[in-house]
């Protein structure tokens, strides 16, 4: 399973990409807005994180309403540099510009995905990418993962060839909150997880690693100081 980062913070970002094992990144116009950004400044900050991520997929999600509009967006989006993902919500609109941008050539991630036929509808329209959301549904009490279970399982009942630029459909687990969520998702077998950067930094530790490492440190300083 892939690691993507799930957010628009350049330096979230960078500090991610330097640890050697990132492979790609999503934002949405939430994760836009936290970083305090102006309407003005969206592309050239999309085009920023695709410059620093060159070579990797980056998600800038469209906010018009209707298809047509979707369309235009996604184009200008996907005209700002080769590595851009255009991200649309599942919903009548966002098939029809899937459908439109992937006849294009155009990678589509199609987002706020919360069931199996959704996601089936998703690959159909020609999207590269689908992205289920977990944390959500557990946020409202309900199992994200088994959800997430059903549109892998699903998806991988079939094959994509022809349905989009790649001939593949990849399962981004989005709205990943925890470690469990990550163990959870690639035992699934979920192609992607992309992850917000403080969950990332808690994939990294454990709390034994860190209680191993000060013991590993505390003895060297003893063999140091009996040098
Ligand atoms: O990028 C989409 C998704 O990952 C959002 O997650 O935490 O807002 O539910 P969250």
Known sequence: MKF????????EIAEAKSWG????VTTNPSLYAKTGGKLADFE???SKIAELCAGLPVS???????AEAMVAEGRRLAALAPNIVVKLPICEAGLAATRT???????????????APQALLAAN??????????????????DGVSQLADVIACIGNYDWSG??????VEIIAASIRTPH????????????????????????HHPLTDRGLEGFKADWNKVIAGA
Do not use: W
């Not at 329209?125 to 309900?142: K, M, N, T």
């Not at 349905?163 to 593949?168: A, L």
């Open 181 to 204: 969520h990550v163990t959870q998702a690639a035992l699934l077998g979920a192609d992607i997880a992309t992850v917000p950067f403080a969950a990332l930094k808690k994939c990294v």
């Open 125 to 142: 329209a020609g999207a590269r990418y689908i992205s289920p959301f977990v944390g959500r549904f557990d946020d409202l009490g309900e």
């Open 163 to 168: 349905k989009n630029v790649d001939d593949t």
């Open 44 to 46: 050239g900050h999309m």
């Open 4 to 11: 993507f980062i799930d957010t628009a913070n350049l330096d």
């Open 60 to 66: 800038a999600e469209a906010t018009s309403e209707d």
């Open 21 to 24: 094992c990132l492979a790609g």
């Open 101 to 115: 941008l992937a006849d294009e050539g155009v990678r589509v991630n199609m987002t706020l995905v919360f069931s």
